[in-house]
Structure formats: structure tokens, C-alpha cells
T-cell receptor, first 114, second 111 residues
Framework: EAGVAQSPRYKIIEKRQSVAFWCNPI?????LYWYQQILGQGPKLLIQ????????DSQLPKDRFSAERLKGVDSTLKIQPAKLEDSAVYLCASSLVRGRNEQFFGPGTRLTVL | GQQLNQSPQSMFIQEGEDVSMNCTSS?????WLWYKQDPGEGPVLLIALYKAGELTSNGRLTAQFGITRKDSFLNISASIPSDVGIYFCAGQSGNTGKLIFGQGTTLQVKP
């Protein structure tokens, strides 16, 4: 079974530019999560989707971050405009059901904002 | 908000030694998960715990869900060099699926 796929693996941009990340969850997983992991810290949830609906986006900086999961499968996370403090690894995870919450992570996208 | 305190922050041990790390919180969780993260990779799920008092093993790894539901422990027996990495605990409360992660324990194993 294929795992969670993410692209790109690395991205370097200048501040005020925009960037987008893509995630393809494990087949059949209804729940998809985007996390931000700053160096030396644990992942922090940005947004959670159940199918194509948003369950929790309370920690998403909505003035610059947006995410969508239009067909309930793939998802994109966008940052516009980027700030220096957005430099981090962006992790996508998926789980089969919300109740038994074993989340499986992709390899992440390392973003560097200069 | 909810926070998890994970300790120790780092460990440097000799191959063959046993390792213990723990995670505590002021809040109650109904699920505890333990992950391992290698450099440049995403976290990999090691053990999932769903009931207070539960003790679960995965090879040389053993984890326990604390009776108070506010803590969890991970033990690694007879460590080997490939155990090197960062270990994260994560707790879930409620039924939304949101995980709160600890700060991680960095483990280094000397051959």
C-alpha cells in the first residue's frame, strides 16, 4: 500500500512570494491533516479535513494560509505572501477514520523563506 | 491551550542499553500515540494506546497509557544504532482527531 505522498520535497522562496504544497493521502483515508513543524519542535496542526469539508482550522493563519481538498482526495496548502517565520517543514497526514486516530505522515516539504 | 511535556529532551546511550522516556500533560487524553522521526522524513507511527492502563509492545518497544490519562511512557529495550532519531508523543482528546505533539526526545546510540 502506498503511503502519503507530498511534493515538492524542498522549496526555497523569498519573503512576500507565494508557494503551494501538494498532498495525496493513503487511498481510502477520509481524513487529511496539514501540520507545520518548526525546527526543534513537534508538529502543530494547521488544518484538518474530513472528506472535502474542514473540521478544524483554528490554528491556520487565514490571512496568508489557505488549503483546499476539492474532491475529497488530494489537497493543496498555499501560503501567500510568505514571511520569514513560515520557514518550516509542512507535513501532510491521513487517517482512515476520525475515531481511531492512527495518523500516517508523508515525508514533508521543507520550506525556506529568505 | 493543551501542552505536552516530553522528557528527557535528549539522550546519549550505549548500544544494548534500555531507554525510557515519558510524556505528561495537565489535560486528560483518550488516545496516546508514539512516533519516531528520522532526519528529512515524516514521523512514523510506532505504538497507539487507547485505554487507560493499557500496555502495548511492538518488538523491542513497549508503551503504556497512564492510569490518570495524563501521561504515557515509552521504553526501548536493548537499543541498537538504528534506534537513533527523534521520538514524539502525541495525545488526542475529544473526537475530532486533533493530535497535540510533545517537543520530542532525541536519542543517540553509541555503537
Amino acid at each position: 500500500e502506498a503511503g502519503v505522498a507530498q511534493s515538492p520535497r524542498y522549496k526555497i522562496i523569498e519573503k512576500r512570494q507565494s508557494v503551494a504544497f501538494w498532498c495525496n493521502p493513503i487511498s481510502g483515508h477520509a481524513t487529511l491533516y496539514w501540520y507545520q513543524q518548526i525546527l526543534g519542535q513537534g508538529p502543530k496542526l494547521l488544518i484538518q479535513f474530513q472528506n472535502n469539508g474542514v473540521v478544524d482550522d483554528s490554528q491556520l493563519p487565514k490571512d496568508r494560509f489557505s488549503a483546499e481538498r476539492l474532491k475529497g482526495v488530494d489537497s493543496t496548502l498555499k501560503i501567500q505572501p510568505a514571511k520569514l517565520e513560515d520557514s518550516a517543514v509542512y507535513l501532510c497526514a491521513s487517517s482512515l477514520v476520525r475515531g481511531r486516530n492512527e495518523q500516517f505522515f508523508g515525508p514533508g516539504t521543507r520550506l525556506t523563506v529568505l | 491551550g493543551q501542552q505536552l511535556n516530553q522528557s528527557p529532551q535528549s539522550m546519549f546511550i550505549q548500544e544494548g542499553e534500555d531507554v525510557s522516556m515519558n510524556c505528561t500533560s495537565s489535560s486528560i487524553f483518550n488516545t496516546w500515540l508514539w512516533y519516531k522521526q528520522d532526519p528529512g522524513e515524516g514521523p512514523v507511527l510506532l505504538i497507539a494506546l487507547y485505554k487507560a492502563g493499557e500496555l502495548t509492545s511492538n518488538g523491542r518497544l513497549t508503551a503504556q497509557f497512564g492510569i490518570t490519562r495524563k501521561d504515557s511512557f515509552l521504553n526501548i529495550s536493548a537499543s541498537i544504532p538504528s534506534d537513533v532519531g527523534i521520538y514524539f508523543c502525541a495525545g488526542q482528546s475529544g473526537n475530532t482527531g486533533k493530535l497535540i505533539f510533545g517537543q520530542g526526545t532525541t536519542l543517540q546510540v553509541k555503537p
